[in-house]
Each structure stands twice: as C-alpha cells, then as structure tokens.
C-alpha cells in the first residue's frame, strides 16, 4: 500500500529533527577550509530549474581547482565546449536559484553550495580560467546564499569509490546508445567519434 507524505509535520514525524550541530552548519560564505576543498576538486554537479519548475542537473569538471573563488561569497564555474543544448544555462535565465556539489574523488563527503546564479561571456578573470590556453566560453557566477559540509553515508552506502563494485560494462557504450540518434553513421564511425582519445582532442 502506497502511503504519501504531503505535509512538513509528517514528513518531520517519520524522519525526526537533526541535531543542532547539522541544523548550525549552514553559513553563508565560505571558510578557510571550504576554499581549500574547492581548490582540490575537480568535479561538481550544477542543478537548474526553470520558470515551470522542472529541473536539470549537468556536470562540470576541469583539473582541480577550476572553480575560481572571486571572494568569501561569491565564485564562478567556467564552461567548455559541449553539445551546445545550454540546458542550464537556459534556466539561469528564468529562475536564477543554482544548487551545486562539488566532489573530490575518494572522499564520501562533498561540498554542498548554493546561491544566485548569473551568466556571464567574459569577465577580468576569464584568463585565469584557462585551461591548454583556452578560455572559457561562458562562466556561472554563484553569489553564495548556503554553503556546507554533506556527509558521507550516501557514498558509503553505494560504494562508489571502491573499483571491485565498478561495472561500466553492464550497459551500453555510449556510442552504442548514440545509435539511436545518429541513425545514418555506422556504429564503427559512432566508436571512433565517442572513443575518449577523440574526445580528449576536443575537450578544449
């Protein structure tokens, strides 16, 4: 039997309150620490809704460090060359409210931020943003509104970082998937174009 939660005091009534020490931590600058895991993460996923409320979440990542940090309150996320759809930054522009997390790999815990977003085409700290001597097409400048420390239980519960539970066979490639798309290439053109040594020629 399928039994919804549809108020906050059920939902409080089955989970329970969180003590105070997780309910404090959440601030609205970063810390000496925050910046330092910022400068050692490579990875974060930015999530974007638009003007209806539905909701995207894309993938950025650059050698560690990529995310610059303007000042305590405020960074920017640069951009790169991609598929072009702009999904994101299609909802920035309708409703600037961004979530971000940013993962080092190996560590269970990640470093939840979030703010106002805005998009930007250049700015005096593209320069420092470039990567092979490429600047980036675009950044995302988040002006911080929350910003903490996530636990690692989901990290843990999945095992996500422990190769043996590694199994990136099981499904498709991607240029298998791409198949579906890209009706008229042959599926051996499809593996040299989705192959990562073509890829990485093209990463900037």
């Given at each position: 039997?399928?039994?919804?939660?549809?108020?906050?005091?059920?939902?409080?009534?089955?989970?329970?309150?969180?003590?105070?020490?997780?309910?404090?931590?959440?601030?609205?600058?970063?810390?000496?620490?925050?910046?330092?895991?910022?400068?050692?993460?490579?990875?974060?996923?930015?999530?974007?809704?638009?003007?209806?409320?539905?909701?995207?979440?894309?993938?950025?990542?650059?050698?560690?460090?990529?995310?610059?940090?303007?000042?305590?309150?405020?960074?920017?996320?640069?951009?790169?060359?991609?598929?072009?759809?702009?999904?994101?930054?299609?909802?920035?522009?309708?409703?600037?409210?961004?979530?971000?997390?940013?993962?080092?790999?190996?560590?269970?815990?990640?470093?939840?931020?979030?703010?106002?977003?805005?998009?930007?085409?250049?700015?005096?700290?593209?320069?420092?943003?470039?990567?092979?001597?490429?600047?980036?097409?675009?950044?995302?400048?988040?002006?911080?509104?929350?910003?903490?420390?996530?636990?690692?239980?989901?990290?843990?519960?999945?095992?996500?970082?422990?190769?043996?539970?590694?199994?990136?066979?099981?499904?498709?490639?991607?240029?298998?998937?791409?198949?579906?798309?890209?009706?008229?290439?042959?599926?051996?053109?499809?593996?040299?174009?989705?192959?990562?040594?073509?890829?990485?020629?093209t990463l900037y």
């Amino acid at each position: 039997m399928r039994r919804e939660v549809g108020s906050v005091e059920e939902l409080r009534a089955i989970v329970g309150e969180p003590d105070q020490y997780v309910a404090d931590k959440v601030k609205d600058r970063l810390s000496a620490v925050q910046r330092r895991w910022l400068a050692h993460s490579p990875l974060c996923f930015v999530a974007t809704t638009d003007a209806r409320g539905r909701v995207d979440v894309s993938p950025k990542g650059d050698p560690a460090g990529f995310v610059h940090v303007i000042d305590d309150t405020t960074i920017a996320i640069p951009d790169r060359r991609g598929n072009k759809r702009v999904d994101g930054y299609r909802n920035v522009l309708q409703n600037p409210h961004v979530g971000t997390l940013f993962v080092i790999p190996g560590r269970g815990d990640t470093l939840r931020i979030n703010g106002t977003g805005r998009i930007l085409a250049d700015a005096d700290y593209f320069d420092a943003l470039a990567v092979q001597g490429k600047r980036p097409t675009l950044a995302l400048e988040l002006a911080i509104e929350e910003v903490f420390f996530h636990c690692a239980k989901a990290f843990l519960r999945s095992d996500a970082w422990d190769p043996s539970t590694w199994t990136p066979d099981a499904v498709p490639s991607a240029a298998q998937l791409a198949k579906a798309i890209r009706h008229d290439w042959t599926q051996a053109q499809l593996d040299e174009y989705y192959s990562e040594a073509n890829y990485r020629k093209t990463l900037y």
